[in-house]
């Protein structure tokens, strides 16, 4: 009724990947083993305390007062200004003072 059962030339090769495998996982487990071995007769990983020095002392974050190329915004060019406006003071000293 059915054809006789024609083999795959594929399943060969996996077959020998598969065996390939198992063959490195039992030799990666292995030195693994070895490396803990070893580990162990040295007395373990040991904390490296060298490196390079450290720097001085670091100053505060940020720009200093007075210091870079923003320190005030200077005044608009007369063309830029389409228009002036008088703002009125609501008291007529400052609240500091006590004089009027």
Excluded: S, W
Aim: charged content about 35%; some cysteine.
């Amino acid at each position: 009724m059915y054809p006789p059962a024609m083999t795959d030339p594929r399943d060969a090769r996996i077959a020998e990947l598969e065996a390939e495998n198992a063959a490195l996982k039992a030799r990666v487990a292995a030195l693994n083993e070895q490396i803990r071995e070893l580990t162990r007769r040295l007395g373990g990983r040991k904390a490296h305390y060298g490196g390079k020095p450290k720097k001085g002392p670091h100053g505060k974050p940020g720009r200093k007062p007075g210091r870079g190329p923003f320190t005030r915004r200077k005044e608009p060019a007369a063309e830029d200004v389409t228009r002036r406006e008088q703002a009125r003071v609501a008291a007529p000293h400052c609240p500091r003072c006590v004089r009027l």
